[in-house]
């Protein structure tokens, strides 16, 4: 690809980044609507590599939206060369989706005197609570229906095909051994990550 197609590739990562967060108001969970929304825009990634994603950034340290904006970054920089620009691309996600945040934080601090008692202000943070929560909630749905189901099987109506049998067998194992087994539930959570992974592995899941 020639200089000006891996700008306007690299200037769009940002855009897009930005853009999810700005409005991905209630943490790293919120940006999952926009990341199935940008794997149908731009064909940077699919939807199954979004639960993928989701999958290791809950599994990894750090904050899910940024683990997710370096992996796609990584990955679309990969694809325009080589490792060089697979981490440019990663640089350039991640200061897209903290970029919003940044440059709120700097205008609240300036006028954080006015701000903390200005009701109109108070207003729109309230505001903001529920619609935080349908993104949550919205991202979870997705994670549940893709994990729990086969989309492509919906299509031809609700059968016993649309279930992902591995994926409920998972499901209930855990809720189980977290909820009910006293040998289990107290430990660490980490321990059900990990065993997860590896069933999810071995299942081919």
């Known amino acids: 690809e020639c200089g000006g197609e891996k700008m306007m590739i690299y200037l769009r ?3 897009e980044f930005f853009k999810t967060g700005l409005f991905a108001v209630g943490g790293g969970m919120a940006t999952i609507p926009f990341l199935y929304s940008m794997a149908d825009n ?4 699919t939807r ?3 639960d993928n994603m989701i999958a290791v950034g809950e599994s990894t340290p750090g904050p899910i939206g940024v683990n997710m904006a370096t992996y796609v970054g990584y990955i ?9 620009f697979a981490i440019l691309g990663s640089v350039i996600a991640t200061l897209g989706l903290i970029a919003p945040s940044i440059i709120i934080i700097l205008i609240i601090a300036s006028f954080l005197k006015n701000f903390r008692d200005n009701r109109f202000v ?3 943070f309230y505001g903001l609570r529920p619609a935080s929560t349908g993104l949550i909630a919205a991202a979870g749905l997705s994670v549940i229906v893709s994990n729990l189901f086969f989309a492509g099987a919906l299509e031809n109506g609700f059968s016993l095909a649309v279930f992902n049998w591995k994926g409920w067998i998972l499901a209930i194992v855990l809720w189980v051994l977290t909820n009910k087994v006293k ?16 069933v999810g592995i071995v299942l081919g899941m």
């Open 183 to 198: 040998q289990t539930k107290k430990l660490h959570p980490i321990i059900f990550i990990l065993a997860s992974a590896v």
């Open 13 to 15: 990562l940002f855009y």
């Open 48 to 50: 199954l590599d979004v």
């Open 76 to 84: 679309t920089g990969g694809n325009v060369g080589g490792l060089p």
């Open 122 to 124: 108070d207003s729109a």
């Open 42 to 45: 731009t064909g940077w990634f």
